[in-house]
């Protein structure tokens, strides 16, 4: 990209998300920020806080559970009760007065949480009885993951019956579409790896049975909402909650080629490790998937302003999504586009708490 006083790439332009038209190609990927109420209600911050970014071309809510065996840690919120679904509804009416497109992640966290956040203090379930490494974030703060319990297969009608509800409460709350979380190592992503998936029912073994949780649950979100309204998030290449696989390659190729058969409007890839690196050595080309997929194709992870310009300029990418800049940023692509500096978000406020380092970053007038 040249170096003039605006940014002159087509990532500040209108296009087309399916039906929808977004008023350019940056996306406010999905942040948790662990703010909800009780019973996972989404807090009344949160209107402040999406509609102060709703200049995102579209924004993507926060990973929501999508039933209370979903969640996995304090303070998310749900997309399962009526009373979810009104608090949402103010945020998704307050953010489309203001000209926003906005979108839900449709969550289920699997063996990533802890009996103190579970029903009745159960263990938290997975496609097979493996511990992960790492801690859950409760409200007696950090505690090590346990060993889960595994899905029985008769159950899993159940598993995909929790992402149709949510789909149906999520149009009920006036998103303009969903987004399923099949990355980072929660339950679809579990049930893809063979790390984690090592069941031999129909859900598991084989390619095709490790896809299959994933097609039901995007056949059900698709039957909710066609699938010009869905997209799907991968991190084909992460290892983000002790998530491995023995031939990723050959996994999300299979994937996304079954996933064409949806026409979802768009694949959301993480394209290194979650939060980090986004050139793993040994690892394949995300590129081979976007190539692959008939949909926009929206990369995320670690992006700034001369990446996505690149990213644009080389067909690289329909869609760039920006995660931490948008946390301290709320008017991220006003700044991208003149150029002007970003500020760092304060990591001591990134998860719970109020309105400080939530809805308290200025813009660039306000500072
Ligand atoms: C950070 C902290 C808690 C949850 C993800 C939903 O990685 C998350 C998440 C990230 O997708």
Same mark, same amino acid.
């Given at each position: 990209? #040249? %170096?003039?006083?605006?940014?002159?790439?087509?990532?500040?332009?209108?296009?087309?998300?399916?039906?929808?038209?977004?008023?350019?190609?940056?996306?406010?990927?999905?942040?948790?920020?662990?703010?909800?109420?009780?019973?996972?209600?989404?807090?009344?911050?949160?209107?402040?806080?999406?509609?102060?970014? +709703?200049?995102?071309?579209?924004?993507? /809510?926060?990973? !929501?559970?999508?039933?209370?065996?979903?969640?996995?840690?304090?303070?998310?919120?749900?997309?399962?009760?009526?009373?979810?679904?009104?608090?949402?509804?103010?945020?998704?009416?307050?953010?489309?007065?203001?000209?926003?497109?906005?979108?839900?992640?449709?969550?289920?966290?699997?063996?990533?949480?802890?009996?103190?956040?579970?029903?009745?203090?159960?263990?938290?379930?997975?496609?097979?009885?493996?511990?992960?490494?790492?801690?859950?974030?409760?409200?007696?703060?950090?505690?090590?993951?346990? #060993?889960?319990?595994?899905?029985?297969?008769?159950?899993?009608?159940?598993?995909?019956?929790?992402?149709? !509800?949510?789909?149906?409460?999520?149009? $009920?709350?006036?998103?303009?579409?969903?987004?399923?979380? /099949?990355? %980072?190592?929660?339950?679809?992503?579990?049930?893809?790896?063979?790390? #984690?998936?090592?069941?031999? &029912?129909?859900?598991?073994?084989?390619?095709?049975?490790?896809? *299959?949780?994933?097609?039901?649950?995007?056949?059900?979100?698709?039957?909710?909402?066609?699938?010009?309204?869905? =997209?799907?998030?991968?991190?084909?290449?992460?290892?983000?909650?002790?998530?491995?696989?023995?031939?990723?390659?050959?996994?999300?190729?299979?994937?996304?080629? $079954?996933? %064409?058969?949806?026409?979802?409007?768009?694949?959301?890839?993480?394209?290194?490790?979650?939060?980090?690196? *986004?050139?793993?050595?040994?690892?394949?080309?995300?590129?081979?998937?976007?190539?692959?997929? %008939?949909?926009?194709?929206? /990369?995320?992870?670690?992006?700034?302003?001369?990446? $996505?310009?690149? +990213?644009?300029?080389?067909?690289?990418?329909?869609?760039? /999504?920006?995660?931490?800049?948008?946390?301290?940023?709320?008017?991220?692509?006003?700044?991208?586009?003149?150029?002007?500096?970003?500020?760092?978000?304060?990591? $001591?406020?990134?998860? =719970?708490?109020?309105?400080?380092?939530?809805? &308290?970053?200025? !813009?660039?007038? !306000?500072?």
């Amino acid at each position: 990209m #040249t %170096n003039t006083e605006t940014a002159k790439s087509d990532l500040f332009s209108p296009v087309m998300l399916g039906p929808i038209q977004l008023a350019n190609r940056i996306v406010m990927a999905p942040l948790t920020r662990s703010r909800a109420g009780d019973h996972d209600v989404p807090s009344e911050l949160a209107i402040e806080y999406y509609v102060q970014r +709703a200049t995102a071309g579209l924004i993507i /809510a926060e990973a !929501t559970q999508v039933s209370p065996q979903g969640k996995g840690y304090v303070f998310t919120p749900g997309i399962y009760s009526d009373d979810q679904v009104q608090a949402w509804k103010k945020i998704t009416s307050a953010v489309h007065a203001v000209g926003g497109k906005i979108f839900l992640q449709l969550w289920h966290v699997g063996r990533i949480s802890h009996p103190s956040l579970q029903p009745d203090g159960a263990l938290p379930v997975a496609p097979s009885a493996i511990k992960p490494e790492g801690q859950a974030y409760t409200t007696a703060g950090f505690v090590p993951l346990l #060993t889960p319990r595994a899905l029985a297969t008769s159950e899993m009608p159940e598993i995909v019956q929790q992402y149709r !509800t949510g789909a149906e409460n999520a149009l $009920a709350a006036g998103f303009d579409g969903v987004e399923i979380h /099949a990355a %980072n190592g929660y339950l679809l992503d579990q049930f893809l790896r063979d790390k #984690t998936n090592q069941r031999n &029912d129909a859900y598991g073994g084989s390619i095709e049975n490790r896809a *299959r949780l994933l097609m039901e649950v995007t056949a059900a979100v698709v039957g909710v909402w066609g699938g010009e309204r869905v =997209g799907i998030r991968l991190s084909p290449v992460s290892t983000f909650g002790d998530i491995a696989d023995s031939n990723p390659e050959a996994l999300f190729t299979h994937v996304v080629k $079954a996933l %064409n058969h949806f026409n979802l409007v768009y694949l959301h890839v993480i394209e290194g490790e979650t939060g980090g690196a *986004r050139n793993l050595p040994g690892a394949f080309d995300p590129q081979i998937l976007h190539r692959l997929f %008939n949909g926009l194709y929206m /990369a995320n992870n670690g992006y700034d302003l001369n990446l $996505a310009a690149d +990213a644009r300029d080389e067909q690289r990418a329909d869609l760039v /999504a920006f995660g931490r800049p948008f946390i301290s940023n709320p008017d991220l692509v006003e700044r991208l586009r003149v150029k002007a500096p970003l500020a760092e978000p304060d990591p $001591a406020t990134m998860y =719970g708490g109020g309105a400080a380092g939530y809805i &308290d970053y200025p !813009t660039m007038k !306000t500072a």
